[in-house]
């Protein structure tokens, strides 16, 4: 029996803690343009997505070291700000 194997080639990327780092600041950083834009405080988006304190958004707005935008978080806050999700990830 002659059994002919396809041969694959896989790119191995790596992702570097700098770089997801950077991820994670552009959109804290792209969150806060966008609230700001509209005028709305910290505590009032905390508010908006049901916190009772600005620790998660000024954390993760300021790039704190543990402290960032799960993908829940980011689909409440896009919807309290009545724009679409894929912004937060614009360059």
Sequence with gaps: MN?????????????????????????????????????????????????KSTSLIAGAEAGYHNIKFSLEHLYKIAKA???NIALFFEE
């Design 3 to 51: 059994t002919k194997r396809d041969t694959q080639t896989f790119i191995v990327i790596d992702y570097s803690p700098e770089a997801i780092k950077a991820f994670y600041r552009k959109i804290g950083n792209n969150v806060k343009k966008t609230r700001q834009a509209q005028g709305i405080s910290q505590l009032e988006l905390s508010y908006r997505i049901g916190f």
């Design 81 to 83: 700000l009545h724009v």
